[in-house]
């Protein structure tokens, strides 16, 4: 169990999958924008979605700034995102967005960038 969810899967795969969804290295998260994303509750259906859109979707309203990488554009160029919120905080909707993708989220002075991990 990670990020209020239950993965079914390989062992292989489960061992993989890293177990935060940011990089090493990367600035402090500020204050403001930790409370935002444990207190802003994400409810929404993606289908489809491009990961910018994705993204700018599950932080409407959130008041945490975030910018795609274009890497991780190209990364993701041919997978749409289809997934499902209902009452989920804001930092396990963007780990549940990006982790499996092979994404992870680089704090850089007060916003969140979306790289490849």
């Not at 292989?12 to 600035?27: E, F, I, K, T, Y």
């Not at 160029?77 to 994404?103: I, M, N, Q, S, Y």
């Given at each position: ?111 969140l960038r979306v790289t490849v991990r």
């Amino acid at each position: 169990m990670q990020w209020g969810v239950l993965y079914v899967s390989t062992g292989d795969r489960l061992q993989a999958m890293p177990s935060s969804v940011s990089v090493d290295g990367a600035d402090a998260l500020p204050e403001a924008t930790a409370a935002a994303l444990v207190s802003h509750l994400v409810t929404c259906k993606l289908k489809k979605a491009p990961l910018a859109k994705a993204v700018g979707i599950l932080t409407r309203d959130s008041g945490v700034r975030m910018v795609v990488d274009p890497a991780a554009t190209r990364h993701c160029a041919r997978a749409g995102f289809t997934e499902a919120f209902e009452k989920r905080p804001l930092d396990h909707a963007l780990a549940l967005l990006v982790v499996p993708e092979g994404l992870a989220l680089r704090v850089e002075a007060e916003t969140l960038r979306v790289t490849v991990r």
